[in-house]
Protein backbone atom coordinates (compact mmCIF):
# COMPACT_ATOMS: atom_id res chain seq x y z
CA UNK A 1 0.00 0.00 0.00
CA UNK A 2 1.13 3.08 -0.19
CA UNK A 3 -0.13 6.78 0.13
CA UNK A 4 0.69 10.79 -0.38
CA UNK A 5 -0.06 13.51 1.82
CA UNK A 6 0.76 16.84 0.79
CA UNK A 7 0.77 19.28 3.82
CA UNK A 8 -0.18 22.40 2.64
CA UNK A 9 -3.68 22.50 0.03
CA UNK A 10 -2.65 26.41 -0.66
CA UNK A 11 0.79 28.59 -0.98
CA UNK A 12 1.21 32.07 -1.21
CA UNK A 13 4.53 33.72 -1.77
CA UNK A 14 5.93 36.98 -3.33
CA UNK A 15 7.73 36.95 -6.66
CA UNK A 16 11.48 36.90 -5.87
CA UNK A 17 11.05 34.75 -2.37
CA UNK A 18 11.53 31.00 -1.97
CA UNK A 19 8.98 28.50 -2.57
CA UNK A 20 8.38 25.09 -0.12
CA UNK A 21 5.94 22.65 -1.03
CA UNK A 22 5.59 19.99 1.40
CA UNK A 23 4.90 16.19 0.75
CA UNK A 24 4.76 12.79 3.10
CA UNK A 25 4.79 9.64 1.87
CA UNK A 26 4.38 6.24 2.49
CA UNK A 27 4.85 3.01 1.14
CA UNK A 28 5.24 -0.19 1.08
CA UNK A 29 8.12 -0.69 -1.72
CA UNK A 30 10.79 1.30 -2.11
CA UNK A 31 9.14 3.82 -4.25
CA UNK A 32 9.62 5.68 -6.94
CA UNK A 33 8.64 9.83 -6.26
CA UNK A 34 7.65 13.01 -8.28
CA UNK A 35 6.38 16.23 -8.85
CA UNK A 36 4.11 17.08 -11.39
CA UNK A 37 2.67 21.01 -12.01
CA UNK A 38 -0.66 21.58 -13.82
CA UNK A 39 -1.57 24.86 -15.18
CA UNK A 40 -4.90 25.94 -15.25
CA UNK A 41 -7.02 23.53 -17.96
CA UNK A 42 -3.65 21.41 -19.04
CA UNK A 43 -2.14 18.18 -18.61
CA UNK A 44 0.07 17.48 -15.84
CA UNK A 45 3.67 18.15 -16.29
CA UNK A 46 7.08 16.80 -14.87
CA UNK A 47 9.31 18.73 -12.67
CA UNK A 48 11.52 16.02 -11.34
CA UNK A 49 11.33 12.60 -10.08
CA UNK A 50 13.83 10.62 -7.59
CA UNK A 51 14.36 6.95 -8.59
CA UNK A 52 16.65 5.68 -5.66
CA UNK A 53 19.63 7.53 -6.91
CA UNK A 54 20.75 10.94 -5.77
CA UNK A 55 18.68 12.02 -2.64
CA UNK A 56 18.84 15.45 -3.66
CA UNK A 57 16.71 15.69 -7.16
CA UNK A 58 17.08 18.82 -10.19
CA UNK A 59 14.01 19.75 -12.08
CA UNK A 60 12.93 21.92 -14.66
CA UNK A 61 12.64 25.82 -14.36
CA UNK A 62 14.79 25.62 -10.84
CA UNK A 63 13.05 23.30 -8.86
CA UNK A 64 14.17 20.67 -6.85
CA UNK A 65 13.36 18.27 -4.20
CA UNK A 66 15.33 16.39 -1.49
CA UNK A 67 14.16 12.44 -0.42
CA UNK A 68 14.54 12.09 3.21
CA UNK A 69 13.68 8.33 3.96
CA UNK A 70 14.13 8.59 7.69
CA UNK A 71 11.23 11.89 7.39
CA UNK A 72 9.73 9.80 4.65
CA UNK A 73 9.19 13.55 2.96
CA UNK A 74 9.99 14.61 -0.40
CA UNK A 75 9.48 18.32 -0.33
CA UNK A 76 9.67 20.44 -3.33
CA UNK A 77 11.65 24.38 -3.07
CA UNK A 78 12.71 27.18 -5.67
CA UNK A 79 15.06 29.79 -3.94
CA UNK A 80 12.70 32.17 -6.36
CA UNK A 81 9.34 32.35 -7.66
CA UNK A 82 8.27 33.65 -10.54
CA UNK A 83 4.80 34.34 -11.91
CA UNK A 84 4.88 31.66 -14.13
CA UNK A 85 5.28 29.05 -11.40
CA UNK A 86 1.80 29.47 -10.09
CA UNK A 87 -0.10 26.70 -11.17
CA UNK A 88 -0.88 23.46 -9.15
CA UNK A 89 1.73 21.10 -8.20
CA UNK A 90 0.92 17.14 -7.37
CA UNK A 91 3.54 14.87 -5.72
CA UNK A 92 3.28 11.23 -6.48
CA UNK A 93 4.61 7.90 -5.26
CA UNK A 94 4.88 4.96 -7.54
CA UNK A 95 5.50 1.49 -6.66
CA UNK A 96 4.58 -2.35 -8.01
CA UNK A 97 3.16 -0.29 -11.27
CA UNK A 98 0.67 2.16 -9.69
CA UNK A 99 0.96 5.46 -8.92
CA UNK A 100 -0.87 7.42 -6.08
CA UNK A 101 -1.26 11.53 -6.24
CA UNK A 102 -1.63 14.00 -3.25
CA UNK A 103 -4.47 16.09 -3.55
CA UNK A 104 -2.09 18.88 -5.02
CA UNK A 105 -0.80 22.08 -3.25
CA UNK A 106 -2.01 25.49 -5.07
CA UNK A 107 1.36 28.07 -5.81
CA UNK A 108 0.23 31.59 -5.44
CA UNK A 109 2.84 34.00 -6.46
CA UNK A 110 2.31 37.79 -5.92
CA UNK A 111 4.05 40.38 -7.68
CA UNK B 1 7.61 13.32 -31.26
CA UNK B 2 3.84 13.28 -30.75
CA UNK B 3 3.76 12.57 -26.83
CA UNK B 4 0.69 11.66 -25.87
CA UNK B 5 -2.63 12.72 -27.17
CA UNK B 6 -6.81 12.44 -26.44
CA UNK B 7 -9.87 13.07 -27.92
CA UNK B 8 -12.25 14.81 -27.76
CA UNK B 9 -10.90 17.65 -25.21
CA UNK B 10 -14.57 18.60 -24.52
CA UNK B 11 -17.86 16.87 -24.75
CA UNK B 12 -21.06 17.19 -22.98
CA UNK B 13 -23.75 14.42 -22.31
CA UNK B 14 -26.72 13.37 -20.06
CA UNK B 15 -27.69 11.90 -17.39
CA UNK B 16 -27.74 7.68 -18.33
CA UNK B 17 -25.45 8.53 -21.57
CA UNK B 18 -22.84 6.74 -22.63
CA UNK B 19 -19.05 7.83 -23.11
CA UNK B 20 -16.18 7.00 -24.90
CA UNK B 21 -12.64 8.83 -24.90
CA UNK B 22 -9.56 8.03 -26.53
CA UNK B 23 -5.80 7.68 -26.47
CA UNK B 24 -2.68 7.25 -28.03
CA UNK B 25 0.38 6.65 -25.99
CA UNK B 26 3.61 8.56 -26.26
CA UNK B 27 5.93 6.80 -29.01
CA UNK B 28 7.83 3.58 -27.66
CA UNK B 29 5.01 3.29 -24.63
CA UNK B 30 3.49 0.27 -23.73
CA UNK B 31 1.11 1.15 -21.06
CA UNK B 32 -1.94 3.44 -20.67
CA UNK B 33 -3.03 4.43 -17.44
CA UNK B 34 -6.82 6.31 -16.99
CA UNK B 35 -7.52 8.81 -14.17
CA UNK B 36 -10.46 10.86 -13.56
CA UNK B 37 -9.59 14.53 -11.83
CA UNK B 38 -12.81 16.23 -10.18
CA UNK B 39 -12.72 20.17 -9.98
CA UNK B 40 -10.15 21.00 -7.33
CA UNK B 41 -8.44 17.59 -6.67
CA UNK B 42 -6.12 15.45 -7.78
CA UNK B 43 -6.48 12.88 -10.16
CA UNK B 44 -7.98 9.29 -8.87
CA UNK B 45 -6.15 6.11 -10.83
CA UNK B 46 -9.34 4.50 -12.52
CA UNK B 47 -7.21 1.22 -14.52
CA UNK B 48 -3.91 0.66 -16.23
CA UNK B 49 -3.24 -1.08 -19.53
CA UNK B 50 -0.55 -3.50 -20.95
CA UNK B 51 -0.70 -5.68 -23.57
CA UNK B 52 -4.14 -5.31 -24.58
CA UNK B 53 -5.25 -6.35 -20.92
CA UNK B 54 -6.41 -4.62 -17.91
CA UNK B 55 -3.50 -4.57 -15.29
CA UNK B 56 -4.47 -2.84 -12.16
CA UNK B 57 -7.75 -1.12 -10.82
CA UNK B 58 -8.51 1.83 -8.80
CA UNK B 59 -11.78 1.79 -6.94
CA UNK B 60 -14.05 2.85 -9.36
CA UNK B 61 -17.29 1.06 -10.68
CA UNK B 62 -17.78 -1.63 -13.59
CA UNK B 63 -19.25 1.46 -15.42
CA UNK B 64 -16.01 2.21 -16.54
CA UNK B 65 -14.56 0.01 -18.42
CA UNK B 66 -11.61 0.48 -21.08
CA UNK B 67 -9.68 -1.37 -23.80
CA UNK B 68 -5.91 -1.56 -25.12
CA UNK B 69 -5.66 -1.99 -28.99
CA UNK B 70 -2.43 -3.95 -30.45
CA UNK B 71 -0.34 -0.17 -31.46
CA UNK B 72 -1.12 0.59 -27.65
CA UNK B 73 -3.56 3.11 -27.79
CA UNK B 74 -7.02 3.06 -25.59
CA UNK B 75 -9.97 3.78 -24.95
CA UNK B 76 -11.73 4.64 -21.76
CA UNK B 77 -15.74 4.09 -21.31
CA UNK B 78 -18.27 5.23 -19.31
CA UNK B 79 -21.77 3.46 -18.86
CA UNK B 80 -24.94 5.08 -17.11
CA UNK B 81 -23.44 8.12 -16.34
CA UNK B 82 -24.23 10.20 -13.63
CA UNK B 83 -23.65 13.80 -12.75
CA UNK B 84 -20.92 12.54 -10.28
CA UNK B 85 -18.66 11.44 -13.42
CA UNK B 86 -18.10 15.18 -14.57
CA UNK B 87 -14.20 15.63 -14.81
CA UNK B 88 -11.09 16.26 -16.37
CA UNK B 89 -10.30 12.41 -17.72
CA UNK B 90 -6.04 11.99 -18.14
CA UNK B 91 -4.54 9.41 -19.93
CA UNK B 92 -1.50 8.60 -19.37
CA UNK B 93 1.23 6.75 -20.90
CA UNK B 94 4.69 4.64 -19.93
CA UNK B 95 7.23 2.13 -19.90
CA UNK B 96 7.59 -1.36 -18.99
CA UNK B 97 10.40 -3.61 -17.97
CA UNK B 98 13.68 -2.52 -17.47
CA UNK B 99 12.78 1.17 -18.67
CA UNK B 100 10.18 1.35 -16.45
CA UNK B 101 10.90 3.97 -13.85
CA UNK B 102 7.33 5.20 -12.89
CA UNK B 103 7.62 7.67 -14.88
CA UNK B 104 4.16 8.94 -16.68
CA UNK B 105 3.62 10.87 -19.69
CA UNK B 106 0.39 12.61 -19.41
CA UNK B 107 -2.67 13.98 -22.22
CA UNK B 108 -3.95 17.19 -22.13
CA UNK B 109 -7.57 15.07 -20.83
CA UNK B 110 -10.74 15.36 -22.24
CA UNK B 111 -13.26 17.32 -20.24
CA UNK B 112 -16.56 15.63 -19.52
CA UNK B 113 -19.66 17.79 -18.74
CA UNK B 114 -22.55 15.55 -17.46
CA UNK B 115 -26.06 17.49 -17.36
Known amino acids: AQSVTQLDSHVSVSEGTPVLLRCNYSSSYSPSLFWYVQHPNKGLQLLLK??????LVKGINGFEAEFKKSETSFHLTKPSAHMSDAAEYFC?????????FGDGTTLTVKP | DAGVTQSPTHLIKTRGQQVTLRCSPK?????VSWYQQALGQGPQFIFQYYEEEERQRGNFPDRFSGHQFPNYSSELNVNALLLGDSALYLCASGQTGALNTGELFFGEGSRLTVL
Open chain 1, 50 to 55: YTSAAT
Open chain 1, 92 to 100: VVSGAGKST
Open chain 2, 27 to 31: SGHDT
